[in-house]
């Protein structure tokens, strides 16, 4: 179906209709486009991606083309323009994958008011996946630094008493404290897009 999709394209100029409005194969077209060097193919295969990528699908879209440097910064760009849109209960997956989660995390820029964005998208995983696991393993990226002592509040049973005391301290002083481990030491708010 691939090649198929390949052999029409260069005898028409066209996409296959299958193609413009099935993500999963849009991106396996881009691939193979790619691979064989048929850079009209993969510059009309990601036009068609970057128009089809919303919130909605940006989750599906950024784990099936992961891989794909061109595709995923496509979707970082998404990411970090409508973060907001993209993390709403509705197009939120409760199941990204652990790779995906440590790759948010992990941007430096995302539209956001305040790092408690974040912080409650976890505790949503959280209550998904009846477990502490996904706000465990998103702890070491989250700029909890950045909260405030309301915020921090609502997460103190989430913390160990050491890292609840760490931060607080860090919080009302502002000095140089030996953080816990597992507490992300960057002090500063994600760049806003």
């Not at 998404?78 to 993390?87: D, G, K, P, W």
């Not at 992990?106 to 998208?121: A, D, G, R």
Request: proline share 4%; with cysteine.
């Amino acid at each position: 179906m691939l090649f198929s999709a390949i052999i029409r394209f260069v005898h028409t100029g066209e996409l296959d209709p299958e193609f413009s409005y099935n993500m999963s194969k849009l991106i396996e077209l881009f691939r193979l486009a790619k691979s064989y060097g048929i850079k009209s193919l993969k510059n009309l295969c990601f036009a068609k991606f970057k128009e089809f990528l919303q919130p909605e699908n940006i989750w599906k879209a950024l784990k099936k083309s992961f891989e794909v440097k061109e595709l995923r910064i496509c979707c970082e760009e998404l990411l970090a323009t409508r973060t907001i849109e993209c993390l709403r209960p509705k197009t939120f997956n409760l199941y990204v994958p652990i790779y995906l989660l440590k790759h948010i995390l992990n941007m430096e820029k995302l539209n956001i008011p305040s790092e408690y964005l974040l912080v409650e998208t976890m505790l949503r995983m959280n209550e998904r996946c009846r477990s502490e696991g996904p706000f465990n393993i998103a702890l070491p990226y989250l700029r909890l630094l950045t909260l405030n002592e309301a915020q921090l509040e609502m997460i103190k049973d989430l913390l160990k008493d050491e890292e609840y005391n760490g931060i607080r301290e860090w919080c009302m002083d502002r000095r140089l404290v030996k953080l816990p481990k597992r507490i992300c030491t960057i002090k500063h708010q994600r760049e806003r897009h």
